[in-house]
């Protein structure tokens, strides 16, 4: 499911930031990346402590995603200070997997899943 989540947010990138990179200026789905950047350091940090052994799957898919956007400057800072508040927040929270870490994974999965759609239905051409 993250390899087509990943894919699908790619191809927004790829039509929609082409004249966002050249001017490094806030898109206006900027405020969709922070949350999916977010949502990325949240799942590397859960599905770390719940033994899904991913590895670094899901700090590949954030890096996957800068790339795919290459942003510059502020717009970049901003998306790995994303992943890192997403990442902080669960390991300040959860030590070891519980009942409430495996429920979000499951809802940060479906969220981002649903920015990836909804971001590709309105920014894709």
Not at 50 to 79: F, H, V, Y
């Amino acid at each position: 499911m993250s390899t087509r989540f990943l894919a699908i947010f790619a191809l927004i990138l790829a039509c929609a930031a082409g004249s966002v990179r050249a001017q490094d200026v806030a898109a206006p789905f900027d405020g969709d990346l922070q949350r999916l950047a977010e949502i990325l350091g949240g799942l590397h940090y859960l599905r770390g402590i719940c033994g899904a052994n991913e590895g670094n799957k899901w700090r590949n898919e954030m890096q996957a995603l800068i790339d795919a956007e290459t942003p510059s400057g502020e717009r970049r800072t901003r998306m790995i200070a994303g992943f890192n508040r997403g990442y902080n927040g669960f390991q300040q929270t959860y030590r070891s997997c519980t009942p409430a870490a495996t429920v979000a994974i499951r809802r940060y999965i479906e969220e981002g899943s649903k920015i990836s759609r909804d971001l590709t239905a309105r920014y894709a051409n």
